[in-house]
């Protein structure tokens, strides 16, 4: 049996240790165009920040310890064809620029997600970056120790984790989203406050601008100086990065036949098979469903890759498994405020079909005497006529991830805000009021929907 | 419609203000025998601990703002009878020593919990305390700022978080727990890990010893100055608190011809009602009914007598509910100790009838290089043959209560352990490892169940 894997960062890494778990004698071949394999891309944010020194921590698995379990990891290797009719991929040695054909019993396309850039124009120069990979790390967090002023385009979730990074690296940082809102992710109303509550930090050292689009970098030889908007501001700059977005990588899926889904990802079944024979993918570049509305979803996270690369390989090795689907859930911090949903947006909600009635509380997350307790605003959405819950979203200094996987956990399970409002969370003064901000949420929420005997 | 409660700490206070909002026009009577309403006694051991410096800010609503709904709240007055053929309380003015009758048409009786006080020779001395009350609070904050050595008695949920207290306000202290582990609320295994975990922090100005039975307290007319155990240790103190239970106030009610149930707590139906029209209870005073054993249990907490106080006060004024019954989720903190649970213990599990498996994880709370990484150890129990989640319980400085309230819908809703495996729970580095500790539990629990397809 010969697996071969296209990728290696979470999905392709996961799959190819999972497969040699399942088959032992099966062999294994990972390629990937990359220069590391098995790495936390999640954790990047947290290394240009400065909370460890060492970027090898981002390393989980090295070639050396997936080749002590016969997995034979191809770094700079780049699978430019698949041919499905026999079975093969073409493979180029970004080395030393050799080409073979490989042979597969069973393969597993994991090939990720890339930076979206958008047309600005001298998008080229020095000191634009974009974040994905290891050496895109390095080279920022190089750049940052010795700058001191940036702007960033876009301001989602890697945008606002950057921000923070920089900030605490001493930079000065002016955050530029097209979009009325940073976080859009979030329904307006959170995303507003979530802006609100950013640009009310004390001491802040950042500047968060929306419906900023940028026209133009102005540079020279040494890189670019300069960033220019439609609304004719200017900014000084040492650096910038770009998170503007990911997209799929998908070319190579396209050209071997395979069919993309509605979000332009890869469209694969629950048991992760794309539409030709044998072939598999997982992670960043597939297309997943949601649990709850069953409608597409593209949310390329760590935590699905992981769960997807894992299932992949189950149902390429013969053990027949389905992935469940997604609930949607997410979580970041910027500096002492955490953003995380679950489920389906108000908007979501109405485009699913629903009719979505909501509630937004702001509570303590502890009990108010005790000196540590921090608000946290909580939205809590249901369906109006069944009353079933179908999403969540919480902001605040407070412990708001908490919520949000409590809330998870009634989304998979399909209840009722009613039967939510039953729950036993557990309660001491250190860790929620007596009455926990979702059970109030709960309650108010029960009014709004429709009775039912 | 004349409405009598008995008690106003947690539940009576809560029955009172809902009973209002229901019913603008009752007569609303709250008598109880303390010097205090509407506080959160839950609190005490943090205001002892020097989190706030004014006992006041454990007071949730004084009874001027009561009066102000026109709720009456009668401090030091005692209901030392209930006739319920006349349907009519006695109640004793402790102050003025005067007596009188008062008539109802709804009673609802919140009388609480009181410590249980082991029969040990000396106990009355001066400087042995126990806690329920803010003038416990009071005192014991003020002794402890004045003591060196001090001896707790008891090493359950209050014993731990007073331990803490008092370390902090400089005290040494030796608990001394008679049974073989203290939290025994947890299966032995993790009792054990909590008591290790414990007594292997750096600095600490404590012992715990468990199998010890205090026989004596040694003293004069200061008070006590001594400690003896059944192993013939002895302990010099400055004082001592006991925290070896608390028991339901229920003589009032036995009196009257209230049923208990098999704890000791009156028995209510799931609408807060006794054994006598019109009657009702909540709060610490009653027994509860496990939502998954349906078995009975009496788990005296801030958050389950606010629901009660909620439900009795709905049914009472006429607008049925019925209580859901509990999980049994509890949550404290000892230092940087977490300790949680929720569900049924493997030994309440099989006492149920269930045949229990079970797993425990030790595993980072986030992504190991970020810097506030920290251990949590988590046990996972489901029933053998039919894969339903039972209980959990979670230990360690990590971030471990959102875990188990995590659990704790999932327990709510009746997933099976394979169905939650499939949770969709939020992953990023500062907040969860890729896959989370309880879904690394979950799939190892999976291998433990019966397979059903």
Known sequence: ???????????????????????????????????????????????VEGNFEDYQMLLVRSPEEFAQQNIYVHLEHKVSKILPACKKVLVENLKDKSAFLVDYDKLIIATGARPFV???KNIALNNV????????????????????????????????????????????????????????????????????????????????????????FIGDNNGVNGVKTSSGREFEVDMV???????????????????????????????METNITDIYACGDCVQEFNTISKAPMWMPLGSNANKEGRCAAMNACGFPEEFAGILGSSVTRCFRLTMSLTGLTEKQAAEAGFEPVSVIVNKYDKVGYMPDASN??????????????????????????????????????????????????????????????????????????????
Request: proline share 4%; charged share 20%.
């Open 1 to 47: 049996m010969k697996i071969v894997i296209i990728g290696g960062v979470a999905a392709g890494a996961k799959a190819a240790a999972k497969c040699r778990r399942l088959l032992p004698d099966a062999e294994i071949n990972l390629y990937t165009d990359d220069t590391h394999v098995s790495y936390s891309a999640c954790g990047i944010p947290y290394y």
């Open 118 to 120: 958008p047309p600005i």
């Open 129 to 216: 970056f974009t974040v994905r990979r290891i050496e895109d790390a390095i080279a920022i967090r190089e750049k940052v120790k010795i700058s001191k002023n940036a702007v960033i385009v876009g301001g989602g979730y890697i945008g606002v984790e950057m921000l923070e990074a920089f900030v605490r690296q001493g930079l000065h940082v002016t955050l530029l989203e097209r979009d009325e809102h940073i976080m859009s992710i979030f329904d307006k109303d959170m995303a507003q406050i979530i802006k609100d509550q950013l640009m009310a930090l004390p001491d802040r050292n950042f500047e968060i601008l929306t419906g900023e689009t940028v026209t133009e």
């Open 241 to 271: 990065l770009i998170c503007a977005g990911v997209v799929p990588n998908v070319q190579i899926a396209i050209d071997a036949g395979i069919a993309l889904g509605s979000t332009g990802a890869i469209k694969v079944t629950p048991r």
């Open 376 to 453: 946290i605003t909580l939205k809590l959405i249901a369906d109006k006529k069944t009353g079933l819950l179908l999403g969540g979203q919480g902001i605040g200094a407070g412990d708001t991830d908490k919520r949000i996987n409590t809330l998870a956990t009634a989304l998979l399970a399909k209840l009722t805000v009613e039967e939510f409002f039953n729950n036993d969370l557990t309660y001491a003064p250190p860790f929620s009021p007596t009455i926990d901000p979702l059970l109030n949420a709960a309650q108010i929420l029960m009014t709004k929907v429709d009775k039912h005997d």
